[in-house]
């Protein structure tokens, strides 16, 4: 490794270091000091409190029942429909595989109260429908329970699994399942004896990963959960730091150390499966056809199956939500409620100053935030992929730890960290936890960017003369736009739409859209949070056509 190079790496470690190892260090000082005024002082009165607290059995039951249902319905639907969509005759599949990852362009939050207003028990739309229709004298459904949060968790998490077990799908070799079906085995025993132990380990990654999404989950059960009085880990540290006369960091830290040391587990148990997948390789240097299986009489039912599950993903939280905001209350649609839509809502929220502000915030966090991560991420990727040293491989290690943190668990730690600094209650803070939390959002592709460009490059570039920020400048920038373009998207369109890194770090003055459209939800204020909501989805489409259009004009062309 060159001293340049050497340089380079030691000062990223520095600098990443710093933005995943400390928080984590001062989540374990704030764990064991007496308070935000006495951090001299150390004590386990904290730890105590905090796992002798009679209510946490029932919190980590709930979690345990929230999260490991959320995974199975993820997983289960993601190997349902990857299935489907790559080794069936299925019609339209090219729309499906995209349907399949449009919700990650969603924000959790919306999607929750997009539920919420279809089947709250009070005056959700659809049990109101049903009420009518069949003369019920109570709602049919109930949003605000356990199965409801799992529901909504778990087709939130379905794009995750997809991305993961549909790629192991399309690489199968499917001579194997010909083998089993000439020996005279069923389909299902094929499927059973051959195919999913094979998919194993791209199920249980997914599975995993979805654990740990729903460990880190807020929107969900701050949304439908909270008033069920259904708490979670993530629910129950947020009680602890936002209500009450004198909020407890100390003791949410003490329980939060927990909830990141099993992320941490879950993490690396998920890297150790991607990475041993190949000794589970079913195509190697002889050639293969996938073969394609015909539904016949079932492939139009299974059609509108897929249909309909796209139309509750996509089509539903946003039509929900767009028709709240025109509504003066929650009605049944109809020519009457039809006739008194209005704007009503809309002009509220754009004379709401907190509103504007939180707009504003979320604007300039996106736009800078992912600026800033993205030049950071330039630097990373640079090193893990081309450095290859030692030191590369801890860099690797550092940026990809917080992939595992807990936002609402990270931010308890940023804001020991924040609360004896000038940037405490800022908007900086919110911009350097946003940026250590997502940063492996923008490391990702453009490290598959930095595999592709050969070294050749960069060194017939020195060795012309050129500087080591020319080269990159001139040469390999350029050549990263589509890595670039993609990372920035994924960063901005996540520092938009955080919710629970934001509840922890937040302060008047720094409200955030997802803080304020909570607000909203938790005061039952349906059309105000609405049509903020669809702003907020307009932000993120903005954002995502304006990047796409300048990466396109810079994008190198072949001459």
């Known amino acids: 490794m060159t001293g340049r190079h050497s340089g380079l790496t030691l000062l990223l470690i520095a600098i990443v270091g710093f933005?995943?190892?400390?928080?984590?260090?001062?989540?374990?000082?704030?764990?064991?000091?007496?308070?935000?005024?006495?951090?001299?002082?150390?004590?386990?009165?904290?730890?105590?409190?905090?796992?002798?607290?009679p209510a946490l059995l029932e919190v980590i039951w709930n979690t345990v029942i929230f999260v490991g249902g959320a995974a199975s319905t993820a997983t289960a639907l993601a190997l349902f429909l990857a299935y489907l969509n790559i080794r069936t005759d299925i019609p339209f599949k090219f729309i499906f595989g995209i349907i399949s990852i449009i919700p990650m362009m969603i924000p959790h939050l919306l999607f929750s109260v997009s539920w919420v207003l279809l089947l709250n028990p009070s005056n959700g739309i659809l049990n109101l429908i049903l009420r009518q229709v069949f003369s019920l004298h109570h709602a049919p459904f109930n949003?605000?329970?356990?199965?409801?949060?799992?529901?909504?968790?778990?087709?939130?998490?379905?794009?995750?699994?997809?991305?993961?077990?549909?790629?192991?799908?399309?690489?199968?070799?499917?001579?194997?399942?010909?083998?089993?079906?000439?020996?005279?085995?069923?389909?299902?025993?094929?499927?059973?004896?051959?195919?999913?132990?094979?998919?194993?380990p791209a199920i249980l990654a997914a599975f995993i990963l979805c654990i740990i999404r729903g460990l880190a989950s807020f929107a969900v059960p701050s949304v439908i959960g909270m008033p069920g009085r259904i708490y979670v880990l993530a629910t129950h540290l947020y009680q602890m730091v936002s209500t009450g006369f004198a909020a407890d960091y100390g003791k949410a830290a003490a329980l939060g150390m927990s909830v990141l040391l099993a992320a941490i587990i879950?993490?690396?148990?998920?890297?150790?499966?991607?990475?041993?997948?190949?000794?589970?390789?079913?195509?190697?240097?002889?050639g293969y056809k996938p073969t394609i299986i015909k539904l016949q009489r079932s492939r139009i039912p299974l059609f509108l199956i897929l249909?309909?599950?796209?139309?509750?993903?996509?089509?539903?939280?946003?039509?929900?939500?767009?028709?709240?905001?025109?509504?003066?209350?929650?009605?049944?649609?109809?020519?009457?409620?039809?006739?008194?839509?209005?704007?009503?809502?809309?002009?509220?929220?754009?004379?709401?100053?907190?509103?504007?502000?939180?707009?504003?915030?979320?604007l300039f966090l996106g736009v800078f935030g992912a600026t800033i991560g993205i030049v950071l991420s330039i630097f990373v990727a640079y090193v893990i992929v081309k450095v290859r040293s030692r030191s590369a491989g801890v860099l690797e290690s550092l940026s990809f730890l917080s992939f595992s943190f807990p936002g609402i668990v990270i931010g308890v730690g940023f804001m020991w960290f924040f609360v004896r600094t000038p940037l405490y209650a800022t908007i900086w803070a919110l911009l350097i936890g946003y940026i250590a939390t997502y940063l492996p959002y923008g490391i990702r592709p453009l490290s598959s960017a930095f595999v592709q460009i050969h070294d050749h490059l960069e060194e017939s570039s020195l060795v012309a003369g050129a500087s080591y920020l020319t080269t990159l400048r001139r040469i390999v920038i350029p050549l990263l736009v589509p890595g670039i373009v993609s990372g920035w998207v994924l960063m901005a369109t996540m520092f938009v739409r955080e919710l629970s890194l934001s509840v922890v770090l937040s302060r008047p003055g720094t409200e955030v859209l997802a803080v304020q459209i909570l607000r909203f939800s938790e005061d039952g204020l349906w059309g105000k949070l609405s049509a903020l909501g669809i702003m907020m989805i307009g932000v993120s489409t903005l954002l995502v056509l304006l990047v796409n259009f300048i990466g396109r004009k810079f994008r190198p062309v072949d001459r």
């Open 266 to 286: 879950l993490i690396y148990l998920y890297r150790y499966l991607t990475s041993a997948s190949d000794r589970f390789v079913t195509i190697a240097g002889r």
């Open 143 to 200: 949003i605000y329970s356990l199965p409801g949060m799992v529901l909504v968790e778990g087709l939130l998490d379905l794009p995750i699994a997809y991305l993961i077990i549909a790629p192991a799908m399309a690489s199968f070799d499917a001579s194997l399942e010909e083998s089993s079906r000439v020996c005279g085995a069923s389909t299902g025993k094929t499927i059973f004896r051959i195919t999913l132990p094979v998919l194993r």
């Open 19 to 53: 933005l995943t190892i400390c928080p984590v260090i001062m989540l374990v000082f704030g764990s064991l000091s007496e308070g935000l005024t006495a951090t001299g002082t150390f004590t386990l009165a904290k730890y105590i409190a905090a796992y002798t607290d």
């Open 307 to 362: 249909g309909f599950l796209s139309f509750i993903l996509i089509i539903l939280p946003v039509v929900v939500l767009f028709y709240t905001s025109l509504v003066p209350y929650s009605m049944v649609p109809s020519m009457r409620a039809f006739s008194m839509m209005g704007l009503k809502h809309w002009i509220e929220v754009l004379n709401d100053p907190i509103s504007l502000l939180s707009l504003k915030n979320s």
